[in-house]
């Protein structure tokens, strides 16, 4: 069955410090895998994305990802949080048709100062 | 460029009352999604449809739950009659039908609350 898993619901960090919010996969294809953030009251936004090529992938806000086939894995990464970074974050894995798009339950970020 | 546009943003009704959501996807999407979230629940894919036909509604909670996509641009969600249960963010999302990787781009949402 395809599944996404965030092991962490909610994560508390100082402002400065380093991030890694963690997602492991079940998918039975090649996946296309994926970090949304969600601000409070706004949409969902697309981070960053991976679907092949290099196993790290850059994507906006300073974030970065990487891909271990050996482990499911695709964890979010960002060497600094900044107090603008606290919000809801989600993994998510799918193909690039039909309506196989799998969500995490998300983690929620808290930046302290 | 407009991103997927939803309304109404904010919508309080008392039960029993008819709910109808509206989405306009991006321009050239071929693909759109309903998603309900909620605290509970996270997110749920509600109805999926490809080419304004609807292909997987299987998320749909039940018969008081329809949604239409007359054309490419414009899509409803209607709940009648509405319950409290109901209360929750919708979302719609669409996708180009010409990407690799198919990655979903979200509206702002509509946040329902039955009373």
């Known amino acids: 069955a395809q599944s996404v898993t965030q092991p962490d619901i909610h994560i508390t960090v100082s402002e400065g410090a380093s991030l890694e919010l963690r997602c492991n996969y079940s998918?039975?294809?090649?996946?296309?895998l994926f970090w949304y953030v969600q601000s409070p009251g706004q949409g969902l936004q697309l981070l960053l994305k991976?679907?092949?090529?290099?196993?790290l992938v850059q994507g906006i806000k300073g974030f970065e990802a990487e891909f271990k086939r050996s482990q499911s894995s695709f964890n979010l990464r960002k060497p600094s949080v900044h107090w603008s970074d606290a919000a809801e974050y989600f993994c998510a894995v799918g193909a690039n048709t039909g309506n196989q798009f799998y969500f995490g339950t998300g983690t929620s970020l808290t930046v302290i100062p | 460029d407009a991103g997927v546009i939803q309304s109404p943003r904010h919508e309080v009704t008392e039960m029993g009352q008819e709910v109808t959501l509206r989405c306009k996807p991006i321009?050239?999407?071929?693909?759109l999604f309903w998603y309900r979230q909620t605290m509970m629940r996270g997110l749920e894919l509600l109805i999926y449809f490809n080419n304004n036909v609807p292909i997987d509604d299987s998320g749909m909670p039940e018969d008081r739950f329809s949604a239409k996509m007359p054309n490419a641009s414009f899509s409803t969600l209607k709940i009648q009659p509405s319950e409290p249960r109901d209360s929750a963010v919708y979302f719609c999302a669409s996708r180009a039908r010409t990407t690799i990787t198919g990655e979903l781009f979200f509206g702002e949402g509509s946040r329902l609350t039955v009373l």
């Open positions: 991976y679907f092949s090529g290099d196993t």
């Open positions: 321009s050239g999407h071929n693909s």
């Open positions: 998918y039975g294809a090649t996946p296309y």
